[in-house]
């Protein structure tokens, strides 16, 4: 916001355009900002694979030429799922919805009112801002799956 009122128009949506071409602060900048979804890539499916392998007999799972197939096949069903879906950005905002209010708000809640279902009789004001919670977490879930699933659809 700043920057754009410093500059008017001449601001680029995107950060890295804004950045001088002839500088090599800049390129190392945009090279760090080009280097870091591949980076985040590997620290995502290093689980998976590792999952995966541990499934494994053990005939297979120190066979390096296994390790290697496992990877490549996620890497070609990564492949897959962006070509079959070209809006993934949108798929991954359903299931984003869907799972971080589930998450942030929905199971926790529902936990701890469980917990001091036990413990308690009736109503009171704590359970009250808790049931509150949980119905915004609902609101915003369906808020989102909704604004995702408008958004993939057209």
Do not use: H
């Not at 801002?129 to 995702?148: C, E, K, P, Q």
Request: glycine residues 8%.
């Amino acid at each position: 916001m700043v920057c754009y009122r410093m500059n008017g128009d001449n601001v680029e949506s995107q950060i890295t355009l804004n950045l001088p071409t002839s500088k090599d602060f800049s390129k190392v900048a945009i090279y760090t900002i080009l280097l870091m979804p591949i980076t985040r890539y590997t620290l995502i499916l290093t689980p998976v694979a590792t999952t995966i392998k541990g499934s494994l007999s053990e005939k297979y799972k120190n066979k390096r030429s296994v390790r290697s197939m496992i990877r490549v096949g996620l890497l070609i069903s990564t492949v897959i799922v962006a070509c079959g879906f070209p809006y993934y950005e949108s798929l991954m905002a359903i299931v984003g919805s869907v799972f971080v209010v589930s998450a942030s708000f929905l199971l926790p809640c529902l936990c701890y009112l469980k917990i001091s279902s036990d413990l308690r009789c009736g109503w009171n004001c704590e359970e009250m801002g808790i049931v509150g919670i949980f119905v915004f977490g609902i609101l915003a879930g369906v808020l989102g799956t909704y604004s995702s699933v408008s958004d993939l659809v057209t």
